[in-house]
């Protein structure tokens, strides 16, 4: 059944069979017990990264390589708007012919858009030269492999395969410990980014052979174009997330000075495994948000509270946990960047609880694929970000940012939930199973 959403958004396009899965609650408790476990080797995996580079360098290389991990997270969200996000909300549940021709052409556009902004960030580091040049070269370098390991976790979960997707990051993690060993001998961040890329790209060529799909560059120009309506709002709407995050750090470290760019990012580190969770969403819950809306489709409204709800409880929780670890064991594990990342912890919490709830919001506005509604939500929550952190960041220096972004998360969160009830209002009754 087609549904006509709010604002002239063009309907998420449901298949005309279903592939034999799982039915129901047992269906949906499988799906999201794999994609809760991927998160998990996600979530690990970025925080030993993050954890073994902070310890390895020191806060000011630290900083440097958090700018770095920013931009990745930028250009993430480029070929997650462009490749993958309408491939989870038009082929999540699709017959199994036309889940393989969309896969090849997802993950082909996220090839191709890998190559183009690697050569691009190769040519900023030659211009900018030293430690922040070379880092920039080197991500460069495995930006291609980055994003196609991250496309092929969108396309299994969209397939309902999210073990594939789960041993897909445990062959990333797996590879990764050999590869910063060898960094750490090198002792250089740039050394640090190619070795995380490159045990990316080994996962990303196990992702072909779990697929048994081969990414289909030559069609990636044809995808972008069957999918320019949700396409080129994603990529705003992702674009503007991402870019706020840089424009904050880059803003902050401008304001304050790097070593506060490594601080924040040692807070986020502590909070890592809910983060994790956060950038990587789309990959489990709108794909079931979109299940959910195909099958009884009265219950996304509480499909969606539940899943924001049980985020910001868990995350502040973990906040809480967090309160009571000791000097000690804190700079045990993130050395000379706890004691800066240590009294950043309350607000972080609280940013990434108001995170949590606001997510589960927009799972329903991607599923119902009202891209309109959820791209005005996504600049206005950007907007109030970047305001909060800077102008918090002039205030009050570090932790005047870490509050004014929790406030921003907060605000943002009740605009993301407004809009979803104004959305489900302005459809026709939903009928029940």
Not at 175 to 200: E, K, N, Y
Not at 204 to 217: E, K, N
Not at 410 to 431: C, F, H, Y
Request: hydrophobic letters at 55%; a positive charge; aromatic letters at 8%.
């Amino acid at each position: 059944m087609s549904h006509v959403t709010a604002e002239g958004d063009k309907p998420a396009e449901p298949a005309a069979t279903q592939p034999a899965r799982p039915a129901g609650r047992r269906g949906m408790a499988g799906r999201l017990t794999w994609g809760l476990a991927d998160q998990a080797a996600s979530s690990l995996t970025n925080f030993a990264v993050g954890l073994y580079v902070a310890r390895s360098l020191g806060l000011a290389a630290f900083g440097v390589f958090s700018l770095a991990w920013l931009t990745y997270g930028v250009v993430l969200n480029v070929a997650r708007g462009l490749a993958t996000d309408p491939l989870v909300v038009r082929f999540s549940g699709a017959p199994e012919a036309e889940w393989r021709a969309a896969a090849g052409r997802s993950s082909g556009a996220a090839l191709g858009v890998g190559t183009v902004l690697g050569v691009v960030s190769v040519l900023v580091g030659l211009a900018l030269g030293g430690a922040v040049g070379s880092a920039f070269l080197c991500l460069g370098v495995v930006l291609p492999g980055l994003l196609l390991q991250d496309a092929w976790r969108f396309a299994f979960f969209a397939a309902g395969a999210g073990r594939k997707a789960f041993v897909n990051d445990l062959v990333w993690g797996v590879a990764l410990v050999p590869a910063l060993l060898i960094a750490a001998r090198v002792g250089s961040v740039g050394a640090f980014v190619l070795a995380w890329g490159a045990a990316a790209a080994l996962a990303a060529g196990y992702g072909c052979v779990q697929s048994g799909v081969r990414p289909r560059l030559t069609r990636a120009f044809g995808w972008l174009r069957e999918q320019r309506d949700l396409g080129l709002r994603y990529l705003v709407e992702n674009v503007s997330l991402s870019g706020a995050s840089q424009v904050r750090a880059y803003g902050l470290g401008a304001i304050v000075g790097v070593s506060a760019v490594g601080a924040v990012r040692g807070a986020e580190l502590l909070l890592g495994p809910f983060l994790a969770v956060l950038m990587g969403l789309s990959l489990v819950t709108v794909a079931e948000a979109a299940r959910v809306l195909r099958q009884t489709p009265h219950r996304l409204a509480r499909f969606c509270f539940l899943l924001g709800g049980g985020q910001a409880v868990a995350a502040l929780l973990w906040g809480a946990a967090l309160l009571l670890v000791p000097d000690r064991l804190g700079e045990l594990v993130l050395g000379g960047v706890w004691e800066a990342a240590s009294q950043l912890i309350v607000p972080a919490t609280l940013g990434v609880a108001g995170a949590g709830l606001g997510t589960g919001a927009a799972a329903g506005l991607r599923a119902l694929a009202a891209a309109r509604r959820s791209l005005r939500c996504q600049l206005f929550a950007s907007a109030c970000y970047v305001g909060g952190g800077l102008g918090g960041a002039a205030a009050g220096g570090t932790l005047g940012s870490a509050w004014g972004v929790a406030a921003a998360t907060a605000v943002s969160s009740v605009v993301w939930w407004l809009e979803l009830r104004s959305t489900l209002r302005k459809r026709p009754p939903l009928p029940h199973a």
